[in-house]
């Protein structure tokens, strides 16, 4: 049962490190509800704001 258990705590140290990633590489955010967002948007596809500002960090 224990290389079950490391499995999965090696499978969920890696789907963090690619959510952070892929955070990383957001160009966009919406300033009503935070949705990060890989390209420029008219409205954000969550909410339907159209307040989405370009990153700058």
Known sequence: MS???D???KVEELKQEVG???D???THR???CDTLLYAD???C???GSTS???RSD
């Open 20 to 22: 952070n990633a892929s």
């Open 41 to 43: 948007h008219d409205e």
């Open 7 to 9: 499995l999965g705590r």
């Open 3 to 5: 290389l079950f258990n």
């Open 52 to 54: 989405i500002l370009a």
């Open 45 to 47: 596809p969550e909410c």
């Open 24 to 26: 990383d590489e957001a």
């Open 30 to 32: 919406c300033l009503e």
